[in-house]
C-alpha cells in the first residue's frame, strides 16, 4: 500500500521540524521560542507554514497511521485463521515491545518520545480485537467530539476575555544540566515517570485517532477510496478547515500581522484540539495517490518521488529512532552543543536531518535490507522464526 508508507515517510519530517525548538533545544534552555526566532522574510514563511502543517500535525498523522497499523496486522491473523486469544497474545506482545523500545529510548536519548505511548496503546487495542467498528467509531468521534467542544470553548472564551496562554507555549525545561550525560539521563529518569503518569491524558486526545486508523484499516477504507470517498473527503474537509482557522492565525499572529497576544491563545487550541488532523491528513494523502494506488494494484511500479519517502516509511521506527540520536549528537551541550536559534536555520538542521534518513532507508530498500530496529523488534515480537506463528494448529477465528 503506497499511501501508509509515502504518509510515514513525511510525518517523519513534519515531527523533525517540530521536535527541534519545542524539545531538543528547550532541554536546559532559560528561553526558547516555540517556532523559533523570527528575523527575515524567510523565517515569517517558513514560521506560518510551521503552524498550518508541522506542529501537532506529524504526531497525530504518525498515531492514526499506528492504528491503522495494528488493524492491519489484526485482519492478518484473521486471514491466517488465529483464534482470538492467540491473536491478541500476538498483537499484546508486539506493542509490549514496542513500549520497551520507547522506554528505552525515552530515558537514555530522548525525553520526548512518543513510542512508549504507542506501544501502552497498541497494547489496550490488541485487548478490544472483537469489539465492532461501529463500537469503535462511537468511541472515537465521541471523545473527539468532548474535546472538539472543549477547545472552541476555549478559543471563544480566551479571544473574548483577553486570556493570557503565553505559558501554554513556553517549551523552556529552565535549569537542567544537559553539559553532561548523566543530567540529561536524570531529567530523562523523572520524564518517564512523568510521562507514564500523564497517560490517561494522552489516551484520551490520541486514542481516538488511533481506533479511526484501526478500523479504517479493519475496513478497508484506504485499499478501497473510491467507496470510501465520501468519508475520506469529510476528513479532508475537517482538516482544511480545522488548519486555515486554527494554524493560520496563530502563524500571522507570530509574524505581526496579528496581534501577538493571540498566537498563545490558538497555538493551545492547536495543541488541544489538532489531533484530529491525523486521519484528516491521511484522508489528504489517500485522495491524493489514488491515482497510483490503482495504477499499484495493477502491477505498475510507483514512481521513483512516491518509492524514497516509501522506503522510509516502511522503516520508520528506524528512521524516528536515527533522528532523534542525530538531534542527539547535534543538539545537546553534552555532544555538538550545535543551537540554531531561527525559523528557518532550525527548518534547514531537521531537512537534512530528515534526508540523511531518507538516504539511508533508500539504501536499504534497493539492497533488500529492512530496518535494524525493525527487525530486531519483530525477533523480540515473534521469535526467530520472525513470523507470528501458532503453538497448535490453527482453528477459525470465531
Not at 24 to 35: D, P, Q, V
Not at 90 to 101: D, E, K, M, T, W
Amino acid at each position: 500500500m503506497i499511501v501508509p508508507d509515502v504518509a510515514r515517510g513525511l510525518s517523519l519530517l513534519g515531527i523533525a521540524v517540530a521536535n527541534i525548538p519545542t524539545a531538543w533545544l528547550s532541554l536546559g534552555a532559560a528561553e526558547t521560542k516555540f517556532l523559533g526566532t523570527i528575523n527575515t522574510g524567510l523565517d515569517q514563511v517558513l514560521a506560518v507554514l510551521s503552524t498550518l502543517f508541522v506542529h501537532n500535525r506529524g504526531l497525530p498523522l504518525f498515531t492514526t497511521l499506528l492504528g491503522f497499523g495494528v488493524g492491519l496486522i489484526a485482519m492478518s491473523l484473521w486471514r491466517k485463521h488465529f483464534p482470538v486469544q492467540r491473536a491478541r497474545q500476538v498483537i499484546v506482545r508486539r506493542y509490549f515491545f514496542l513500549a520497551v523500545f520507547g522506554a528505552i529510548h525515552l530515558i537514555f536519548i530522548f525525553y520526548g518520545d512518543i513510542m512508549f505511548y504507542y506501544g501502552l496503546t497498541g497494547m489496550i487495542i490488541g485487548l478490544m480485537l472483537t469489539a465492532r467498528d461501529k463500537i469503535l467509531s462511537i468511541i472515537s468521534y465521541v471523545l473527539l467530539g468532548v474535546i472538539s467542544i472543549f477547545s472552541l470553548g476555549l478559543l471563544v472564551a480566551a479571544l473574548a476575555d483577553g486570556w493570557d496562554l503565553s505559558a501554554m507555549t513556553d517549551t523552556s525545561m529552565g535549569a537542567v544540566d544537559t553539559s553532561t550525560y548523566g543530567g540529561v539521563l536524570a531529567f530523562n529518569a523523572l520524564s518517564f515517570l512523568l510521562n507514564f503518569a500523564s497517560y490517561p491524558v494522552y489516551l484520551l486526545t490520541y486514542a481516538p485517532i488511533m481506533l479511526i486508523g484501526f478500523t479504517w484499516a479493519r475496513r478497508g477504507v484506504l485499499s478501497d477510496v473510491p467507496s470510501h470517498r465520501k468519508e475520506l473527503g469529510t476528513w479532508a474537509v475537517i482538516g482544511i478547515v480545522f488548519i486555515l482557522v486554527i494554524g493560520l492565525p496563530w502563524g500571522l499572529a507570530e509574524i505581526g500581522v496579528l496581534p501577538a497576544e493571540v498566537g498563545p491563545i490558538f497555538a493551545t487550541v492547536n495543541l488541544f484540539m489538532g489531533a484530529i488532523t491525523g486521519p484528516a491528513l491521511l484522508a489528504m494523502f489517500a485522495l491524493a495517490l489514488q491515482p497510483f494506488q490503482a495504477a499499484a494494484n495493477r502491477g505498475k511500479q510507483p514512481p521513483m518521488w512516491l518509492k524514497v519517502p516509501m522506503a522510509l516509511g516502511k522503516r520508520s521506527m528506524s528512521g524516528y529512532l536515527i533522528q532523534s540520536v542525530a538531534f542527539f549528537l547535534i543538539c545537546y551541550p553534552v555532544a555538538f552543543g550545535f543551537a540554531p536559534a531561527s525559523v528557518s536555520a532550525q527548518f534547514i538542521l531537521a531537512c537534512a536531518v530528515w534526508a540523511a534518513s531518507l538516504l539511508l532507508a533508500w539504501i536499504l530498500e534497493i539492497t533488500g535490507i529492512q530496518g535494524p530496529f525493525e527487525k530486531a523488534h519483530r525477533r523480540l515480537s515473534y521469535g526467530p522464526t520472525m513470523q507470528p506463528g501458532l503453538k497448535a494448529p490453527a482453528t477459525s477465528a470465531s
